[in-house]
């Protein structure tokens, strides 16, 4: 069988780590595969006889669609398309993986109407003119289904991998750190800076914890760095330099080879998003040792199954006091890990390749109608 790829979004983070991860795993089946996207990208899986197609067009664009390379479609049985922006006219049935319906789900998080009426065009022509969904999680199928009006046995939940492959050899001493001003004591959280996040009530909440303790804790918000002050007053709440006053430490984007040292190094991980069609964050932390609580909210309790890691997302008080909890407790916190990390064998990136190819074989076998 004969599969192609859409790879564009391989550098990008959260979809990006999906591909990085499925790929390799992807390739060792007994399947023919072409990859489309930036040749740069993917030169590396070249070597194991990936058949690389330049397509180096913006999602979201036009372009992409009067230009999607249709040629190096020929003798493709199913596209996999890793995202909600699918060829309008595909040649070949296409097997697409819808992550969240955010744009719909919290319209007003997403600005712009031309941004709004994309997503509700490209949303409903995915599942609809897709021969089957993947969903990451059940969350995300239900909302699938009552919002898209989809058919419930056409989407299929596979659950994603626990995060990041990282180098057995990666440095997790504190000296790791250094080049972006971080030291412990401090609490983390890892992602995107959008506003669906949550991450003005994490400060609340720190803020919050701060005034009962005199300790030296501080706040790490790891993602990409703020263009501008106004954005970081828009989602913090604050300014930098009213952030760095209480504590908190903004260091931008954090190489994947620093992550091992700064998920080591953290005393909780924190996610308040109010939206996650997955939490990759929480397993990642676990693998480090790290007890990670996320809001109970969306599909983080398919995550994270124990109700006391979870909190409230809109109550910064009940936020603090789930924080204090654990970092005043050090064997409740050790004890807590020790059943999280049990649990987080659940999730494999070989699982979740192996249920793709499931899909993939099932809809590239089907007659041609």
């Not at 072409?34 to 194991?48: C, E, F, K, Q």
């Not at 197609?53 to 199913?78: N, T």
Request: glycine share 6%.
């Amino acid at each position: 069988m004969k599969i192609a790829v859409d790879c564009r979004m391989i550098q990008h983070g959260g979809i990006g780590t999906v591909l990085r991860e499925l790929l390799p795993l992807l390739l060792r089946s007994n399947h023919r595969f072409v990859l489309l996207g930036d040749s740069t990208h993917l030169r590396a899986y070249a070597n194991l006889d990936a058949e690389i197609w330049p397509f180096r067009e913006p999602i979201y664009s036009i372009s992409e669609q009067m230009r999607y390379p249709r040629r190096a479609l020929r003798g493709v049985d199913v596209l996999l398309h890793p995202h909600y922006n699918v060829p309008v006219r595909p040649s070949v049935p296409v097997v697409v993986v819808i992550h969240d319906l955010a744009p719909l789900a919290l319209p007003d998080l997403f600005s712009g109407p031309a941004k709004r009426l994309y997503a509700h065009m490209f949303f409903r022509l995915a599942v609809r003119g897709s021969a089957r969904v993947i969903a990451d999680s059940h969350f995300t199928k239900q909302e699938i289904v009552e919002r898209l009006a989809a058919d419930p046995a056409s989407v299929r939940v596979i659950h994603l991998g626990p995060g990041r492959t990282f180098s057995s050899e990666a440095d997790v001493t504190p000296e790791a750190l250094g080049r972006y001003g971080i030291a412990a004591p401090y609490v983390l959280s890892v992602g995107n800076l959008k506003p669906h996040k949550n991450l003005r009530k994490l400060v609340e909440a720190f803020v919050i914890l701060k005034q009962r303790r005199h300790s030296p804790l501080g706040l790490v918000i790891a993602g990409q760095a703020f263009s501008d002050t106004g954005r970081c007053e828009e989602l913090l709440g604050l300014s930098r330099g009213e952030l760095r006053q209480k504590g908190v430490t903004l260091p931008g984007f954090v190489r994947d080879e620093d992550m091992p040292a700064l998920y080591h190094d953290a005393s909780l991980l924190l996610l308040p998003s109010v939206y996650e069609g997955f939490g990759l964050t929480p397993l990642e932390a676990l693998r480090f040792g790290t007890l990670p609580l996320v809001a109970n909210a969306a599909s983080l309790p398919e995550v994270l199954d124990d109700p006391e890691l979870r909190f409230d997302p809109v109550d910064a008080e009940a936020m603090a006091e789930k924080m204090a909890l654990f970092l005043d407790d050090p064997d409740l916190r050790a004890t807590k890990i020790a059943a999280q990390r049990k649990r987080i064998d659940r999730f494999s990136w070989h699982v979740t390749a192996q249920k793709y190819l499931e899909v993939l074989e099932d809809v590239g076998a089907r007659p041609c109608s």
